[in-house]
């Protein structure tokens, strides 16, 4: 350890961080403002190249491991770009007769509370003010360890040298298959068909106010299930001093009803990955046919570039490893399915707490084998619980699936009857 100029305690290890998605780049920041030395290397060529996705939901664990590895600025250039939920989130059948609604207690504290946010919007955050920091085109190829720290070695022929590595590359991480080529991605037989539905002043009258404004699970009688969420940006942020510095962060802000169909891979015809949006399309609105009408004019309004195919995978835990020079964050090391909506949450927390430890000082082994041990601790029971959800969202089993719409209308009438007498 040693003071800087300034009298800032600087911790004299350099991290090397590959991959640049949600908990790398969050783990990037955090390190910078505590003074270690930090570089990122993400294989796209500039930061606009890797922008892709739908929204993403964080929780107040992932808002707190934001606000607390963020500098100031980029922390409010977040809260800018966050949208606006007017409901609350809810359980409807496939006839969108209300099963629940489950409304959170309020927030006044932006860093304990929940946030809409685009993933493309949330990644130009991210990328801000880690110029010297961030190292595009750095396709990572394989470590290896020696005396003096670890040596990575990338496509392009480029070495760089740093005391840790953490991997942070994602569902098929090269890092840990290297590390634990043991650890294995398990399909789970779901496949999902994804859309989004624009919102402007005349679509959201065509919708329900449900589905128009807050997250919502569709429960039809077996077989499938259905989620939808808004994403509304406030009218004023496209015009505030956040667009301004920065218009290609804006390049997403359209706000939109995003939704997802899930079902057993076995339900849908065995070419499925090789559809089309326009087949995709027409595939989902036989599915849905008897479905409310609202729901076909979702799929049926969504533009093809928004309308795709995901198989759903999982991660497999496995035991303890011999803690080291080498770690994981994030999908590299725990990858989940969507379906508890978790993922960025617990990567934005791995990057918290690798961050604290390493902020310490001290012996960096030591440190390492902490923040593995917490996060096993809390990753794993969310990996086996997104894997239970996934079951329960597209279960063929009638009486299962009248078991939860029973249970979920009994939740229902109780919270209903607690918001009443709270006046």
């Known amino acids: 350890m040693e003071t800087d100029r300034e009298g800032m305690t600087v911790n004299k290890i350099k991290v090397a961080v590959v991959g640049g998605g949600t908990g790398g780049l969050c783990l990037a920041h955090g390190l910078a403002r505590a003074g270690v030395e930090v570089a990122v290397y993400e294989r796209s060529r500039t930061r606009t190249e890797r922008l892709q996705g739908y929204r993403v939901h964080i929780a107040p664990m992932g808002s707190a491991a934001l606000h607390e590895c963020l500098p100031a600025e980029a922390w409010e250039r977040f809260l800018a770009t966050t949208g606006e939920s007017k409901g609350v989130f809810g359980f409807v059948t496939e006839q969108m007769r209300e099963l629940a609604a489950l409304d959170a207690p309020p927030s006044g504290d932006p860093a304990a509370a929940h946030h809409s946010a685009s993933r493309i919007s949330m990644h130009q955050v991210l990328s801000s003010g880690l110029d010297d920091v961030l190292w595009h085109g750095k396709e990572f190829v394989r470590y290896e360890t020696g005396p003096k720290g670890v040596g990575l070695h990338f496509a392009d022929g480029t070495t760089a040298e740093a005391d840790l590595v953490v991997g942070a590359d994602g569902a098929n991480s090269r890092v840990r298959a290297q590390l634990l080529p043991h650890a294995k991605r398990a399909d789970t037989g779901i496949r999902t068909v994804i859309g989004k539905f624009p919102l402007n002043a005349e679509s959201v009258r065509q919708l329900p106010e449900r589905l128009a404004t807050a997250p919502t699970y569709v429960l039809p009688p077996a077989g499938s299930g259905m989620f939808t969420a808004p ?43 090789e559809l089309a949006a326009p087949a995709l399309r027409s595939l989902m609105l036989e599915r849905i046919r008897d479905w409310h009408p609202a729901f076909s004019r979702l799929v049926r309004d969504s533009p093809d570039g928004t309308v795709s195919m995901l198989p759903i995978r999982t991660s497999v835990p496995v035991r303890e490893w011999e803690p080291g020079p080498v770690t994981l964050l994030g999908d590299a090391v725990h990858s989940m399915t969507p379906f508890r909506g978790i993922g960025a949450n617990i990567a934005l927390c791995d990057a918290q707490v690798l961050c604290r430890n390493l902020s310490r000082g001290g012996d960096v082994t030591a440190a390492v084998a902490d923040y593995e041990r917490q996060m096993r601790k809390y990753a794993y029971p969310q990996v086996r619980g997104s894997l239970r959800s996934a079951g329960q969202f597209v279960t063929e089993s009638r009486f299962s699936r009248r078991a939860m719409r029973a249970s979920m209308t009994v939740l229902g009438a109780g919270l209903s009857l607690r918001r009443k007498l709270r006046g």
């Not at 509304?232 to 510095?245: G, H, K, R």
């Not at 009803?257 to 079902?263: F, K, Q």
Request: net charge negative.
């Open 231 to 273: 994403h509304e940006f406030p009218a004023a942020s496209a015009n505030d001093e956040s667009a301004a510095l920065d218009p290609v962060l804006f390049d997403n802000t359209g706000s939109y009803v995003m939704w997802s169909y899930g079902a057993k891979a076995g339900l849908f015809p065995g070419d499925l990955a």
